[in-house]
């Protein structure tokens, strides 16, 4: 029960924060329709299926009351899992109850999440806008940048997802065996997350073997590991609405210097971007950081993609670590740190850890060592 | 190969009938980002994580050859999978390669599907058009009209997709005992169709026993089966990109009269509305008759949902069987026949099968027969 009075309480902080906002940029509402926002808001946990399959959407006033407005399929459980929330049904539609709201509220001023509105709904809600002289603002990162930077009890979560994700790897992992394909293992990973209690993968699992391991994003194939193959693992899960992420690279059987002298250099790199991370530094020094020793060691041009993303209750959210993120690390960010190289004709290393940003330095989540036995 | 030669004419038909269209409709060029439409068009079968992470586009000129437009990740799978289309990479942003084929295509009227392009990815089309002299036209339903009438390698899959259901369906059946739970089962359900070679489930396996079955929608828990609980089970996968759908309703242990007697009413409310089912007639006309048979059993109060929907790459699409779809069925759609009753202090009971539409009558899906064992 004490976990469920702590989401009620830093979902209601949530909403104060985010109505002072709306107040000081003169918003009389918000409307809210990203899936993440709207869990991260209010409690209520419904996916959508897709942006065509709304599972609801959050009204949110400048002051007072904010509504969670849903189909009777859902009412039920929006009513338990979000009871600061005046839970309304749109039996006739969102766009009638949303016009009665409007006047009910007397809104002058109505935004909604600009990446997150299709323009279909864009066009309905422009009619009812003009019938009700309401004036549309469209919005963009409001709530984003609130989930940036993570409270304690998302920090609890995050730590207990890479608990169970580097128990899930370390399982499987010592069933790998030549003979066996990426596709197997792939399941195997899938499927053992399930067993342990894993909401779902965070994102479509990535095992590649030898020259497959070459591209970043590798999809499993029917490819059997020979002896000596190298093993790139690219995994996370959902564990309590969080996610995880985490990439390893080894090799089944014994390593030759190539992967040995390679792979060093890749978890040099890791470990000068994690040594950089701290409060105040830009995404874009945290990338050079990493990417210096990789150009140090002569390979720059085969780091091809960022050094890493924020990961929250989506996997890839605010902020990144990138050559073009100039904005300030804050701390309670958590972010994966994931430098690789790809070479077409040999393959692929990439080693990936995820830390929490602090005022001095960081926190880095993962205790597997896999890489630190070579 | 023979598939793969089909797959490469069936795409080539299609882009051939969308460019009539175009032509007809005075369209220089559509846009397509709707995932499914993307595959239905191209073959190209990298899924999106969501809107806010697109796999790739399409762009139709109304006359010569396609093009697919992503990113370094997927191109040679693209190039692999869409041999007709033209590959482009957009390195620099997709609004960056769009503007530069406007100009090369010399294009002045571009369409977009205003059903899945996000309000702020409009703005910047609005930005870049407005730079081009380009006319932007919002279209609705282009393709997915296009999608509601299957050829016949579709209806060969989507056969194929229940086939694999039934029988995932069945070998789960086998070890329902009293003691399993709702989440226990689904989860079963779940690991069954990947170890068959499922690619996914076509949407949230639902298993609800006893009153948790009175909602329509219910999400599996870890309530107990006890012997002489209803089992609702509403189950689909994904095969060879294509959806199955089935419910089924049954006892473990024996049942009441009660149950029998309103299992036998909901059966047979759907053998009256896949009676009903032929071209020419319309989706009202359809949900009529079966709701007719709930009512003249005094229990149409207790189903609140449409009778049925479309499926094919989506689990949910065009047309529907509800008293508000008033358009005509035509030959070789597929729809879904699911007429229910839901009593909250009692429990609910759901019967589904798919439907080929046929001029004359329509040919049922499933096989599975363990609603007749009562």
């Given at each position: 029960?004490?976990?469920?009075?702590?989401?009620?309480?830093?979902a209601?902080?949530?909403?104060?924060?985010?109505?002072?906002?709306?107040r000081?940029?003169?918003?009389?509402?918000?409307?809210?329709?990203?899936?993440?926002?709207?869990?991260?808001?209010?409690?209520?946990?419904?996916?959508?299926?897709?942006?065509?399959?709304?599972?609801?959407?959050?009204?949110?006033?400048?002051?007072?009351?904010?509504?969670?407005?849903?189909?009777?399929?859902?009412?039920?459980?929006?009513?338990?899992?979000?009871?600061?929330?005046?839970?309304?049904?749109?039996?006739?539609?969102?766009?009638?109850?949303?016009e009665?709201?409007?006047?009910?509220?007397?809104?002058?001023?109505?935004?909604?999440?600009?990446?997150?509105?299709l323009?279909?709904?864009?066009?309905?809600l422009?009619?009812?806008a003009?019938?009700?002289?309401?004036?549309?603002?469209?919005?963009?990162?409001?709530?984003?940048?609130?989930?940036?930077?993570?409270?304690?009890s998302e920090?609890?979560?995050?730590?207990?997802?890479?608990?169970?994700?580097?128990?899930?790897?370390?399982?499987?992992?010592?069933?790998?065996?030549?003979g066996?394909?990426?596709?197997?293992?792939?399941?195997?990973?899938?499927?053992?997350?399930?067993?342990?209690?894993?909401?779902?993968?965070?994102?479509?699992?990535?095992?590649?073997?030898?020259?497959?391991?070459?591209?970043p994003?590798?999809?499993?194939?029917?490819?059997?590991?020979?002896?000596?193959?190298?093993?790139?693992?690219?995994?996370g899960?959902?564990?309590?609405?969080?996610?995880?992420?985490?990439?390893?690279?080894?090799?089944?059987?014994?390593?030759?210097?190539?992967?040995?002298?390679?792979?060093?250099?890749?978890?040099?790199?890791?470990?000068?971007?994690?040594?950089?991370?701290?409060?105040?530094?830009?995404?874009?020094?945290?990338?050079?950081?990493?990417?210096?020793?990789?150009?140090?060691?002569?390979?720059?041009?085969?780091?091809?993609?960022?050094l890493?993303?924020?990961?929250?209750?989506?996997?890839?959210?605010?902020?990144?670590?990138?050559?073009?993120?100039?904005?300030?690390?804050?701390?309670?960010?958590?972010?994966?740190?994931?430098?690789?190289?790809?070479?077409?004709?040999?393959?692929?290393?990439?080693?990936?850890?995820?830390?929490?940003?602090?005022?001095?330095?960081?926190?880095?989540?993962?205790?597997?060592?896999?890489?630190?036995?070579?």
């Open positions: 029960m004490d976990r469920g009075l702590n989401m009620h309480r830093s209601h902080d949530r909403i104060d924060r985010l109505q002072h906002t709306l000081r940029k003169r918003i009389d509402a918000l409307l809210v329709t990203q899936p993440h926002n709207r869990r991260y808001l209010s409690g209520y946990t419904v996916p959508d299926h897709g942006i065509q399959e709304s599972s609801g959407v959050l009204l949110i006033p400048a002051t007072g009351r904010p509504y969670l407005l849903t189909d009777s399929r859902f009412t039920l459980q929006a009513e338990a899992e979000a009871p600061s929330f005046q839970v309304d049904r749109y039996d006739k539609g969102l766009l009638k109850l949303l009665k709201l409007a006047a009910a509220l007397d809104l002058r001023t109505l935004a909604f999440e600009s990446d997150y509105m323009h279909a709904t864009y066009l309905r422009v009619s009812m003009e019938k009700r002289s309401l004036t549309l603002k469209a919005e963009s990162g409001l709530i984003e940048s609130m989930r940036a930077i993570k409270s304690d920090l609890h979560r995050l730590r207990a997802s890479t608990r169970l994700n580097e128990k899930v790897f370390q399982s499987v992992f010592n069933t790998i065996e030549p066996m394909t990426e596709r197997e293992i792939a399941l195997a990973l899938d499927l053992t997350m399930r067993e342990m209690g894993a909401e779902s993968p965070s994102f479509d699992t990535i095992v590649a073997f030898g020259t497959n391991a070459a591209r994003h590798a999809v499993p194939t029917d490819r059997e590991l020979q002896a000596g193959d190298l093993v790139l693992v690219d995994m899960l959902v564990y309590q609405g969080y996610c995880s992420d985490m990439t390893r690279t080894f090799v089944v059987g014994k390593p030759d210097q190539t992967f040995l002298d390679r792979h060093r250099l890749v978890r040099r790199a890791m470990l000068a971007g994690i040594e950089a991370i701290r409060a105040g530094v830009t995404g874009v020094a945290v990338d050079r950081a990493a990417r210096q020793v990789l150009r140090d060691g002569g390979y720059a041009a085969f780091f091809g993609h960022g890493g993303h924020g990961v929250g209750m989506a996997v890839h959210e605010a902020p990144r670590l990138s050559p073009r993120y100039r904005k300030q690390l804050q701390a309670n960010m958590v972010v994966t740190v994931e430098p690789g190289i790809y070479l077409a004709d040999w393959g692929g290393i990439r080693l990936e850890n995820m830390v929490i940003v602090g005022e001095q330095g960081c926190e880095v989540l993962n205790q597997d060592t896999t890489f630190l036995d070579l």
